[in-house]
């Protein structure tokens, strides 16, 4: 009971940081070191208390966040280089090595996808908004949105469905008591 109540309060910490990462993004466009690496460790912390029952193995938390910082690496290698400016920040990268070490070599793919996607909604959204409240021209090629926030929805996606099993045991333990 107790290393799942830990586990749970992990949950609750990270899903916090996600938000407060998440609002600091979106009002000067910085992810903090001071705030992503707690939820790395956290994501170590909270894989011990569970014995890495909801991962494979201690190798698959360490291959997801290898996974989720180099594809983002590399993506920001290549945006730097094809556009010749930064394209990608690199607390973004951090943030999505510090989510492969929640979520494992196969959730960090999925949530790299979700957050994309979910970047794609928000700038088409801002967008459409300029355009329409501004009388902003509509240029989709010059939209500059930070990706913080949709990788964080990404990861608390993901994270919702591979760990509600302990966040639902945690509760039945205590409201059965």
Known sequence: MFLDLAACTCLILAGLLLVILSVIDLRVRLLPNIYVLPFALLGVVFHLTTSFDLLSSPHDMVIGGITGFMILFLLR?????????????????????????????????????????????????????SKAVRKAPLRLSHLSIPAGPGFALGIAGVGIWYFHPIVIRVFHDVFSS
């Open 77 to 129: 290698l290549a945006g730097n280089h094809y556009y010749g400016q930064d394209t990608l920040g690199l607390g973004d990268v951090k943030l999505m090595g510090a989510g492969g070490l929640w979520l494992g070599v196969e959730g960090i793919l999925i949530a790299l996808t979700l957050g994309a996607m979910a970047g794609v909604i928000h700038g088409l959204s801002y967008a459409i908004y």
